[in-house]
């Protein structure tokens, strides 16, 4: 029972650098969504998608983007990393009547 | 735009013994879920347990309790018979309405350290 998986764990970017954070889920879920864990901070929405083929901005989706082109796959990118992105990231999905099930997260440092 | 504060960043209690997390939200829907998160050292997001805003009864989970007081717009959290197993970042959270392209706004989170 896999639930929401996320890849990589942990990564290391340069400043400038490009990279995708991948994520899926196998509980035919429709909405997915990407949040941000800065420290001492609760998490805060990046972008979310209610089906295949749709998505929307969150509360901080500068330098981020997404697609949805399947049911499972919500794929996070990051353009030119920059230090203000070193966080730690949650892909999350739901049916949309019952809670968000959480992946176990990427930290993510950009030096 | 809907908030949600947890004022304790971190608490303590004895093992065996009860704690109360506290959490306020502000909001002017009166169609709302709210949440308990826990994030354990591994940084799996965990539900410990959900409250409906219709529903009058408080939830309740094994040894996890909620006292929800719509007027006041609280939400805690009762943790019975605390366990080593409890320690962790407690998360209070809420979703406006029934729908899934409803964002989830988080709390700042409170820390639970137990002494054994």
């Known amino acids: 029972n896999a639930g929401v998986t996320q890849t990589p764990k942990f990564r290391i970017l340069k400043i400038g650098q490009s990279m995708t954070l991948q994520c899926t889920q196998d509980m035919n879920h429709n909405y997915m969504y990407w949040y941000r864990q800065d420290p001492g901070m609760g998490l805060k929405l990046i972008y979310y998608?209610?089906?295949?083929?749709?998505?929307d901005k969150g509360e901080v989706p500068n330098g981020y983007n997404v697609s949805r082109s399947t049911t499972e796959d919500f794929p996070l990118r990051l353009e030119l990393a920059a230090p203000s992105q070193t966080s730690v990231y949650f892909c999350?999905?739901?049916?949309?009547?019952?809670?968000?099930?959480f992946g176990q997260g990427t930290r993510l440092t950009v030096v | 735009a809907q908030t949600v504060t947890q004022s304790q960043p971190e608490m303590s209690v004895q093992e065996a013994e009860t704690v109360t997390l506290s959490c306020t939200y502000d909001t002017s829907e009166s169609d709302y879920y709210l949440f308990w998160y826990k994030q354990p050292p591994s940084r799996q997001m965990i539900l410990v347990i959900r409250?409906?805003?219709?529903?009058?009864q408080n939830a309740t989970e094994n040894r996890f309790s909620v006292n929800f007081q719509k007027a006041a717009k609280s939400f805690s959290l009762k943790i019975s018979d605390s366990q080593l197993g409890d320690a962790a970042m407690y998360f209070c959270?809420?979703?406006?309405?029934?729908?899934?392209?409803?964002?989830?706004?988080f709390g700042t989170g409170t820390r639970l350290t137990i002494i054994p």
């Open positions: 999350a999905s739901s049916s949309g009547a019952s809670e968000a099930f």
């Open positions: 959270a809420y979703r406006r309405g029934r729908l899934g392209n409803e964002k989830l706004t």
């Open positions: 998608s209610v089906g295949a083929g749709i998505t």
């Open positions: 409250q409906e805003a219709y529903k009058q």
